[in-house]
């Protein structure tokens, strides 16, 4: 049997790798420059944590969570989403105990048991921001602003393919009511909705909010929405916000019925979306958790946050296969050394160690090959010089440098070679 690998589980290839890299180096830049500080939390951690920071009755924790029982008998869950982590974390840690505001942030992979969608794998990378302290207005428009900021800067002044959305989810003081609302309106339209929404209804009804089913998008249509049942401190706070983003000049619609997947949002949330991704295409999504870490046994302290898909991303910056150029020019040799002969091998191996110190991306082909093979080996390879070395090139002290667009080619130093190459390609 061919050896694949897991449905869900995706191997990135060089030229998706990179492509990959140069938007985490964009986005740790932008998030460094705003006083963001990077750290690392475990990919496994106890179930319990996601049980009790995520919802018991969520659907991640129900049904996509990739939980196990190891040998001592304990249940551990690969991490589906970061912020419970982190907020374990700083509690574990005592970083509460540090200056505020904290300002953290993670990049890893997530893992989620669910249908494989576009740009959403079963494991997929996240850019985690997480921002902790004494919360106003002025910091959650700060973050938001950001998270933009991040996912525009690739672009250049080029088109923008992407759109803020806000809504409300109103506090522990006023969202139950909406809740009650729900059950009520909701019980009398159960029919209508999918069979996943049904089974939604007595556990988390405010997730049919958010269904992609045109027949529960009908059934949405005709609710409330969540701003009828807000109490005065959650108006005045979202009328803040807005009146933040018209100052800042952001573009941005309210959706009245965007909700996020995870108990702990209160209050502010958001999501930025992408075109050309179809029914799913949240590209970074956020918003407030003022009491996840006292819930989690650490001190009041009140926090906001959103995640970018790093997959997502990339497919509304460049397409499924497009590449840019300056980046696969990246993978390219900025020049490859070819030995002719034990002796001119042993010195290779010494010229090749000495450039790239010198910041020169070099590589060789240490091969008993005819050198018109190694050459046609060179082309294929991107190499725009070639160094070549033989037993006449050591005698002379010198080495063949081949400039394989131009097609011409002359002998230097080996002693001057490094500057030749630091003034030519650098």
């Given at each position: ?9 995706k ?27 990077e750290?690392k ?5 106890k179930?319990e944590l ?45 970083l509460?105990?540090?200056p ?23 494991e997929?990378f ?9 919360l106003?207005?002025?910091?959650e ?44 309106a ?5 029919e209508?909705?999918?069979e ?10 405010l ?6 089913k ?6 949405v ?5 969540i701003?009828?049942f ?13 009146e ?24 502010t ?16 999504a ?16 009140p ?5 970018i ?15 840019p150029?300056?980046?696969l020019e990246?993978l ?5 050394l ?27 082909l240490f ?7 190694m050459?046609?080996e060179?082309d ?26 131009k097609?011409?080619q002359e002998?230097i130093?080996i002693?001057e ?6 003034e030519?390609l650098?």
């Amino acid at each position: 049997m061919k050896l694949q690998a897991v449905r869900g589980f995706k191997d990135w290839l060089p030229e998706e790798a990179i492509k990959y890299q140069y938007l985490i180096e964009i986005a740790r830049k932008e998030l460094k420059l705003a006083g963001f500080q990077e750290i690392k939390i475990p990919v496994l951690e106890k179930t319990e944590l996601f049980v009790r920071s995520i919802g018991e009755v969520t659907d991640i924790v129900q049904k996509e969570t990739y939980t196990f029982e190891d040998r001592n008998k304990e249940l551990l869950t690969l991490r589906p989403e970061a912020t419970a982590g982190i907020c374990r974390m700083v509690i574990e840690h005592g970083l509460y105990m540090r200056p505020k505001p904290l300002k953290i942030f993670f990049i890893g992979p997530m893992f989620r048991h669910e249908r494989p969608q576009k740009g959403r794998l079963r494991e997929f990378f996240q850019i985690d921001v997480e921002f902790m302290g004494n919360l106003t207005p002025y910091y959650e428009v700060e973050l938001i602003e950001l998270a933009l900021k991040i996912l525009k800067k690739p672009l250049k002044n080029q088109r923008e393919p992407f759109t803020l959305e806000i809504n409300s989810l109103g506090c522990p003081n006023c969202r139950p009511a909406f809740r009650d609302y729900l059950l009520y309106a909701l019980e009398k339209e159960k029919e209508k909705l999918c069979e996943t929404c049904k089974e939604r209804l007595s556990r988390n009804p405010l997730r049919i909010l958010d269904c992609k089913k045109e027949q529960c998008k009908e059934v949405v249509k005709g609710l409330k929405p969540i701003s009828e049942f807000w109490c005065e401190d959650c108006k005045n706070h979202f009328e803040k916000i807005i009146e933040l983003f018209k100052i800042r000049n952001l573009s941005f619609s309210i959706n009245s019925y965007l909700v996020r997947g995870l108990d702990y949002y209160v209050r502010t949330i958001f999501e930025i979306k992408g075109e050309g991704l179809g029914a799913q295409d949240t590209v970074c999504a956020g918003g407030r958790y003022d009491f996840l870490i006292k819930e989690l046994g650490g001190p009041d302290l009140p926090a906001t946050g959103f995640a970018i898909g790093l997959e997502r991303w990339a497919l509304c910056l460049f397409g499924e296969k497009d590449i840019p150029e300056a980046l696969l020019e990246e993978l390219k040799p900025q020049c490859l050394l070819i030995p002719l002969g034990k002796e001119a091998k042993i010195k290779g191996l010494k010229i090749i160690s000495t450039l790239r110190d010198k910041g020169i991306k070099i590589s060789a082909l240490f091969e008993d090959r005819s050198l018109k093979a190694m050459l046609r080996e060179a082309d294929k390879l991107g190499a725009s010089l070639v160094l070549i070395l033989g037993d006449e090139e050591l005698k002379e002290n010198k080495i063949v440098l081949k400039d394989m667009k131009k097609g011409t080619q002359e002998k230097i130093s080996i002693d001057e070679i490094e500057f030749y190459l630091l003034e030519n390609l650098l």
